[in-house]
């Protein structure tokens, strides 16, 4: 299975990367962007099972790369882990066609909670 992470600072790809394998979705591919642009290309490129994307991203920021994503006709799993998360953002999200919202700062426990279902 491939998981593509969407976020403009590599420190938090990191700790998203290091929390997926403490939340046991180590063997898992794991692909990365650094913006909802470099996204998109990489979801037609790459066909990931699921996205994990920040919402606030220059370029392209997380809504508008989920929107796209739906516009297309694409209807790859989408979350969101993001610093945050308010009631009105995640029901943006969720009218988008995202499965999740996380919010920062989370553990192992929140990615286990919030994937677990997605990834069966």
Known sequence: MKILVVDDSKAMRMIVLRTLR???FGDHTVLEACDGREG????DSASPDLVLSDWNMPEVNGIEFLRTLRA???QVRFGFVTSESTEA????????????????????DTF???????LV
């Open 22 to 24: 403490q939340a046991g």
């Open 40 to 43: 998109l290309a990489a979801v």
């Open 72 to 74: 297309s006709g694409n």
């Open 89 to 108: 953002m995640r029901t943006t999200a969720s009218e988008a066609g995202a499965l999740f919202l996380i919010g920062k700062p989370f553990t192992a």
């Open 112 to 118: 286990t909670e919030a994937l677990g279902s997605v």
